[in-house]
């Protein structure tokens, strides 16, 4: 029953409700493919709309192994937003987080982070490839999914201050133990490495409170969602 729920309104979000990948640049273009009945990728598929890791004409990006940029593109008022990451080059196992705590974003437009700081010791060197994977969750717990995949590069460089613009989106971490009226958490130092031209997180106000009910029905409803959508 709740599945069905979920279901169907996820269906009656469906029209607005797509995100893109900017850069890196996705997998494969799950955005104008949810009109093409040719293909069978969708957004609301795990792990990756669809997309398998080893497609042949997907792009794979140069990333720094300490982090690079990601841009998305945001249709919804808002969103919450994880960002995962899996190592090697035919990667459908996404486990990895570099969004701990994940983001509440909200505004519709572009959102860049120059450099998404990468876990402690991940054994990545030269040449390593990876795939990123973006799941952007709705208040109900709908869930859609994108990936793009990478290669680590010791020469590798972020976008540049002027390819990174954020417009018409703050974010901003859930953290679990702040209260409402608390100053914001750090912008720095938090594992998200918002960077030097760090997008307009700080003017999206004080952190964000959240009580862990709220966090784990959320975590429940995707868990939900995701099996539902994998039946
Ligand atoms: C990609 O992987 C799938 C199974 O995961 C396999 O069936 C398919 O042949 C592979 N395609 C290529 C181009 O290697
Ligand atoms: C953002 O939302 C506004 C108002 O809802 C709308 O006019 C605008 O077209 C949207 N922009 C994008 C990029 O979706
Ligand atoms: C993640 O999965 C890879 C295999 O895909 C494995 O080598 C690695 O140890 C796993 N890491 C963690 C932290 O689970
Ligand atoms: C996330 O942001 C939206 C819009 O600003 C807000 O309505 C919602 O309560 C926020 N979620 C949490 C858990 O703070």
């Given at each position: 029953?709740?599945?069905?729920?979920?279901?169907?309104?996820?269906?009656?979000?469906?029209?607005?409700?797509?995100?893109?990948?900017?850069?890196?640049?996705?997998?494969?273009?799950?955005?104008?493919?949810?009109?093409?009945?040719?293909?069978?990728?969708?957004?609301?598929?795990?792990p990756c709309a669809g997309v398998p890791g080893n497609l042949t004409d997907a792009p794979r990006t140069e990333w720094p192994l300490d982090g690079g940029s990601i841009k998305l593109d945001l249709h919804h008022k808002w969103t919450y937003i994880f960002i995962n990451l899996g190592l090697g080059s035919d990667v459908s196992n996404f486990n990895y987080t570099l969004t701990n705590p994940f983001w509440n974003s909200t505004g519709n437009g572009t959102l860049c982070v120059k450099k998404l700081a990468l876990p402690t010791n991940l054994p990545i060197s030269d040449g390593?490839?990876?795939?990123l994977q973006v799941v952007t969750i709705g208040e109900n717990g709908n869930a859609l999914y994108n990936c793009a995949n990478i290669r680590f590069r010791a020469n590798a460089t972020?976008?540049?201050?002027?390819?990174?613009?954020?417009?018409?989106?703050?974010?901003?971490?859930?953290?679990?133990?702040?209260?409402?009226?608390?100053?914001?958490?750090?912008?720095?130092?938090?594992?998200?490495?918002?960077?030097?031209?760090?997008?307009?997180?700080?003017?999206?106000?004080?952190?964000?409170?959240?009580?862990?009910?709220?966090?784990?029905?959320?975590?429940?409803?995707?868990?939900?969602?995701?099996?539902?959508?994998?039946?």
């Open positions: 029953m709740a599945l069905k729920t979920l279901a169907l309104l996820a269906v009656a979000h469906l029209a607005q409700a797509h995100f893109g990948i900017e850069y890196p640049p996705m997998r494969a273009d799950t955005l104008s493919a949810s009109h093409d009945h040719g293909t069978h990728y969708s957004q609301w598929i795990q390593s490839d990876a795939s972020p976008l540049s201050d002027e390819e990174c613009v954020t417009e018409g989106v703050t974010y901003a971490p859930i953290t679990a133990q702040a209260s409402s009226g608390s100053d914001s958490s750090s912008t720095e130092g938090d594992g998200q490495g918002a960077g030097d031209n760090g997008p307009t997180r700080s003017s999206a106000g004080p952190a964000i409170g959240v009580n862990m009910g709220v966090l784990s029905s959320v975590a429940a409803l995707t868990l939900i969602f995701a099996f539902g959508m994998s039946l």
